[in-house]
């Protein structure tokens, strides 16, 4: 299983971006999807998630601004980013909670590579 991540670029403050991440392999279903971030010299932070059905949550510091999405048809999710600010520079991370086969009831957590955001003031 592998997830791409793509959308990171150089935007100037109340700009936008839109990120997209998509599993594939030898998937059987996938439960939440999520997008982290992690700044310089900080630890990694969740910033949103989505169940299967679409129920999302959000990092306070994003609440208002980012909506995450997800298109279970293309195994695919998105973090639309809106009134971007400088702190939110960061490398952003998918996840996905992934089953692989029906054979075996267990799931695993996959992680992208990483996209980097960074946000001019």
């Known amino acids: 299983v592998q997830l791409q991540a793509s959308g990171g670029g150089l935007v100037q403050a109340g700009g936008s971006l839109r990120l997209s991440c998509a599993a594939s392999?030898?998937?059987?279903?996938?439960?939440?999807m999520g997008w982290h971030r992690q700044a310089p010299g900080e630890q990694r932070e969740l910033v949103a998630t989505?169940?299967?059905?679409?129920?999302?949550n959000y990092a306070d510091s994003v609440k208002g601004r980012f909506t995450i999405s997800r298109d279970n048809a293309k195994n695919t999710v998105y973090l639309q980013m809106n009134n971007l600010k400088p702190e939110d520079t960061a490398v952003y991370y998918c996840?996905?909670?992934?089953?692989?086969?029906?054979?075996?009831?267990?799931?695993?957590?996959?992680w992208g590579q990483g996209t980097l955001v960074t946000v001019s003031s």
């Open positions: 989505i169940t299967s059905g679409g129920s999302a």
């Open positions: 996840a996905a909670n992934i089953r692989t086969t029906r054979l075996i009831p267990m799931s695993l957590d996959y």
């Open positions: 392999g030898s998937i059987f279903s996938i439960n939440d």
